[in-house]
């Protein structure tokens, strides 16, 4: 039987990014503009967390107790034992006014990121999406975004999935992806969002190759199928879901991030954790594998 529990009281201005490890049996997750990466123990229901230098969008486990996380300088690795920053790369030093989103791991290891306005989109669309390489190089996707979301890959890795929850773009696109390159191609509609109640925000993939969205201001999840169809739709307890990801020792526990900031009073749930047991077996997001070159 399907059913929804909070599992952290932790009213998170804008919670996002949540990835299971998958060795720990933990939930990591972030709080963008506080702003804090955070490890959640779902036996103890202990929460650690990290204070960051500036806001972080999303992140990456990596080797060795490092993650690699997503500020606004730039793409760092962080020592969860030391607590030591160690910065990668800056693909854009020319847009100050600008932060990490959105970001992901492709099954062959590559770290996937976009970015976005600080004080949220603009006249123009001002983020990007950069693709942090196996050898340590940064390189971007052509094409710009108001506010990217939504990355994922299906489960042999040959399409790639990335939205725009801007409320006058609200599409979710795909892309035929070359595992062996990172070289996204055949960009094209894959769910216009205008058909369901929310925005599209974080996604994350199941064993089926459907796509979970959150919904954000729709008080949704949703799953669609590689068809692009609408399979299922799970109401939550929140206005602003904003991230899933599959965990527990069989991937089957649907963890969800919210939005607290901004939240009406009445919403006492808003910036909560959920866990969502739908009966739905998910896929592991895979750890940075590539190389900490210091530029």
Known sequence: MMRIERVLDCKAAIGEGAVWSVEEQVLYWVDIPRPTLNRFDPITGANTSWDMPSPIGCFALSDQGRAVVAL???????????QALKFLADPEPHKPGNRFNDGTVDPAGRFWAG?????????????????????????????????????????????????????QVRTIWAFDYDLDSGVPSNRRVFFDTRTVAGRPDGAAMDVDGCYWMAGVGGWQLVRITPQGKVDRIIDMPVGKPTKIAFGGRDLDILYVTSIGQGADPAQREAGNLFAVYAGVQGLPVPKYAGQARSL
């Open 72 to 82: 606004c300088e730039g793409f760092h690795h962080f020592d969860f034992q030391t």
């Open 115 to 167: 970015t976005m306005p600080i004080a949220g989109p603009g006249e123009t669309p001002e983020g990007s999406l950069y693709c942090l390489d196996l050898d340590g190089s940064v390189r971007p996707l052509e094409g710009s975004f108001w506010v990217q979301n939504g990355l994922a890959f299906s489960p042999d890795g040959k399409t790639m999935y990335v939205s725009d929850s801007y409320a």
